[in-house]
């Protein structure tokens, strides 16, 4: 059942290329410029036009909505905010019925995020949901949604569901930036093209698999680690850190790289792992100085880059390198080494990396 490999969420990792693919089977092919989402069409005025869009969710999912945040800004400039369901279902949230709430969840069971949409729809709102498990409560709950189709997801944290649903997210935002005339034909060409090579280059990432063992091996006594990132990297520096903690047990904690001179920067020190993700995109400059600053308090950089970066490199003291893509897409192929530093360090600790102690796969209590 686990094909071969030790645990679920090493297969679950390895299957990345195949359910990025299967997430975007049917809805999109570069060639014949196809782009189409069945559960969108039904509501293409409604996300045309709306003035707003919330996405609520929890954990990764809640990590995928913050890329989804920076991609319905960018293509189709639609203010989103990104809200943890446990905080919006509690606050007394203005919501109307202009607004379209989008909720992600694997599970489709998460108990807060169910919560949330139901409060949501009570005042108006349209709700569409994006879940992994077929006919799940949040599923049924929601007017429309697109599936993610990963298949199913048994390793309690989660890895190909996360890079499902940014590649779901993505296409939705293309759909809307291309409907509302913000996303030029030829930038949405190509992304899709781009979007297309992803599954390619996932596997590309894999094949890092030995020499992030050996970078795990370096770290795996480590007590504290922090993630950075800037723009698209910023929400897989969140993911990457809470993989760590989850499976691992080791504190982490991720930031805006930016941030990190607002208080982070007081831990750093000859024994604080710092895993930066710097690759070439926009923030790539901003990241550089960033890195010189863990530098500049000897903290010990793990560096994602692009491959053939040389700027970088000469400041790490161990570099990832991963293949270039848009900084659209980024997330897709950042998190893949993340997500396998975290399982290599937790096996190396004895850890059952499957079934964490205190989680459970869908939380179905607040
Ligand atoms: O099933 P959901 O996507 O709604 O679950 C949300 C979180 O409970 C989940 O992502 C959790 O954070 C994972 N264990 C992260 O790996």
Redesign the pocket.
């Known amino acids: 059942e686990k094909g071969g490999y030790e645990h679920f969420m090493l297969k679950e990792i390895f299957e990345q290329p195949r359910s990025i693919l299967d997430s975007m089977r049917g809805r999109m092919i570069a060639e014949s410029d196809h782009l189409m989402m069945s559960g969108i069409r039904e509501y293409e005025n409604k996300f045309v036009n709306a003035k707003r869009i919330i996405i609520v ?7 995928a909505g913050l890329v989804a945040e920076y991609l319905i800004e960018d293509f189709a400039r639609i203010p989103v905010e990104v809200e943890y ?1 446990s905080e919006f279902r509690y606050r007394n949230p203005i919501i109307t019925e202009d607004d379209i709430v989008v909720a ?7 108990a807060d ?1 169910l919560a949330a949409i139901e409060l949501a729809k009570s005042k108006g709102a349209t709700i569409f949901g994006i ?3 077929v006919g799940s409560s ?1 599923a049924r709950a929601t007017d429309a949604g697109a599936y993610t189709h990963a298949g199913p997801e048994i ?5 190909k ?2 890079t499902a ?1 940014v590649t779901v997210l993505a296409l939705i935002a293309m759909i809307i930036g291309s409907k509302r005339g913000t996303l030029e034909e030829t930038k949405l060409r190509q992304l899709m093209v781009e979007l297309e090579t992803i599954p390619a280059k996932v596997e590309k990432c894999l094949l890092l698999d030995d020499q992030i063992k050996e970078i795990s091996a370096k770290y795996k006594d480590a007590t504290n680690f922090i993630y950075l990132g800037r723009g698209y990297n910023y929400p897989v520096a969140l ?1 990457g850190a ?2 760590l903690k ?1 499976i691992s047990y080791i504190h982490a904690e991720g930031y805006p790289a930016a941030e990190m001179k607002h208080g982070p920067i007081a831990l750093i020190d000859e024994q604080m792992p710092v895993v930066v993700i710097a690759t070439k995109d926009s923030s790539y400059e901003k990241v550089v100085s960033n890195v010189q600053e863990v530098r500049a308090r000897k903290g010990k950089v793990i560096a994602v880059v692009t491959e053939g970066d040389t700027t970088i490199p000469s400041m790490a003291d161990y570099v990832i390198e991963i293949p270039e893509t848009s900084e659209h897409l980024m997330p897709l192929l950042s998190v893949i080494p993340l997500q396998l530093l975290s399982y290599h360090i937790a096996v190396m600790r004895g850890c059952n990396v499957d079934q ?1 102690r205190n ?5 179905t209590v607040e």
């Open positions: 969710a929890c954990g990764t999912s809640w990590h369901a992600i969840s694997q599970s489709g069971e998460t995020t879940c992994n498990v949040i390793g309690v944290a989660s890895t569901a996360f649903q993911e809470l993989k989850e964490p989680l459970a796969k869908s939380v």
